[in-house]
C-alpha cells in the first residue's frame, strides 16, 4: 500500500509529512490515523523536541476527502464526525510538544484549521489559507471556532469562518497565524531550523512556558465535541450533499 504519511525523525523533530499529491494531500481516514498516532507516540518519547507537519512542496492540503464527507452524508449512522479525524483532532489538543507547521500551497479546510494548534508557522509565498466549511454547509472544526478568534480577532475569523473567504500568505502573516513566509519549497527546510531552535533551549522551561501560553486544554476540548455534534448533524444535511455532489460534477465535466 502507498504511504500517505511519512513519518521521519530528524535532529530531535519528528517530520510528519503528507503525501498524496494526486489528490492535493486530501485527507483519508488512514492519514488521520497515521497523524494522530505519530503526534501520540512523540509525546513520551523525550528524544523528540518538536513536531513538524509539512505537505512537502506545491500544496499543504485540500483538507479532508470530499469522498470520505460524502460517504458520511449517506451512511445510516447518527455519528458526529467521522472517528479518525476526531482522534487526529484530540491529539493536536492533547499534544505538548512544539508543533511547527510548514505550508507550501494551498491549505484548506482542516489544512487551515490544524494551525491554530501550531506554534510557529511557515509559509511559502503561494501560501493561501481557506476554511470553507460554509460553502459545504458545514460548520467549522479543530476548536477554530474557539483558537481563530482568539488569534486574529472576531472580525477576521467572521471573515474566514463565516464567509469562507481565503487569505494569503501576508494576510495570514498580519492577522497572526503565519511566523515568516519564504521562497516556495523552502518550508520545510525553514521549518527543520526553527525545530532546531528550539532543540537547543531548555526543555523543560520550552514546555511549561508553551503550556502557559495556550489556552485550557478543557476548553479546547469541549468546543470540539460542540463542534463535531453539529459536524455530524450538518454532514448529513441536504446543503451538505449538494455541495459534495457539485464538487464531484465539476470533476467529470472538466
Ligand atoms: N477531497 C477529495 N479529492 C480532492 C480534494 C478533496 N478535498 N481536493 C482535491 N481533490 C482531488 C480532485 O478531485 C482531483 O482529483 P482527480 O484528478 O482524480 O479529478 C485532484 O484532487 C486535483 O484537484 P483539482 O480540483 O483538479 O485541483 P485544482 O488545483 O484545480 O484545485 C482545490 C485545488 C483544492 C482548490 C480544489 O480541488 C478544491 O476546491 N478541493 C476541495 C477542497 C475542500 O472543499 N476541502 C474540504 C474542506 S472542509
Known amino acids: 500500500m502507498i504511504d500517505h504519511v511519512i513519518v521521519t525523525d530528524e535532529d530531535n523533530t519528528r517530520i510528519i509529512t503528507m503525501r498524496r499529491p494526486d489528490k492535493k494531500n486530501a485527507l ?10 505519530a503526534i501520540k507516540s ?3 518519547d523525550p528524544d523528540i523536541r518538536s513536531i513538524v507537519i509539512s505537505g ?3 500544496v499543504f492540503t485540500a483538507g479532508n476527502d470530499l469522498e470520505d464527507f460524502a460517504k458520511a452524508n449517506t451512511a445510516n449512522d447518527d455519528s458526529s464526525r467521522p472517528m ?5 483532532l484530540k491529539a493536536l489538543a492533547y499534544n505538548e510538544k512544539p508543533l ?34 460554509i460553502h459545504l454547509g458545514l460548520v467549522p472544526e479543530a476548536a477554530s471556532s474557539l483558537l481563530a478568534p482568539r488569534t486574529m480577532g472576531h472580525h477576521r475569523a467572521f471573515s474566514m469562518l463565516v464567509m469562507g473567504r481565503s487569505v494569503t500568505a501576508d494576510e495570514a502573516r498580519e492577522a497572526g497565524f503565519v511566523n515568516v ?12 531550523k526553527v ?15 508553551r503550556k502557559l501560553l495556550k489556552p485550557a486544554r478543557e476548553d479546547v476540548l469541549r468546543r470540539m465535541d ?10 448529513k444535511s441536504d446543503e451538505a450533499r449538494n455541495a459534495f455532489s457539485a464538487f464531484f460534477a465539476r470533476k467529470k465535466k472538466a
Request: aromatic letters at 8%; charged letters at 15%.
Open 28 to 37: 483519508t481516514q488512514g492519514m488521520y490515523i497515521a497523524m494522530a498516532d
Open 42 to 44: 512523540a509525546q513520551n
Open 56 to 58: 512537502g512542496s506545491g
Open 84 to 88: 479518525a479525524a476526531t482522534q487526529f
Open 100 to 133: 511547527i507547521g510548514a505550508v507550501d500551497g494551498i491549505a484548506v479546510g482542516v489544512g487551515t484549521t490544524m494551525l491554530f494548534h501550531c506554534d510557529y508557522v511557515l509559509a511559502s509565498t503561494t501560501a493561501t489559507f481557506s476554511t470553507p466549511f
Open 181 to 192: 513566509i519564504v521562497a516556495p519549497g523552502h518550508t520545510e527546510v525553514e521549518a527543520r
Open 195 to 209: 525545530a532546531r531552535e528550539i532543540g537547543s533551549l531548555p526543555k523543560d522551561a520550552v514546555a511549561l512556558t
Open 226 to 235: 460542540e463542534e463535531s455534534h453539529h459536524f455530524g448533524e450538518r454532514l
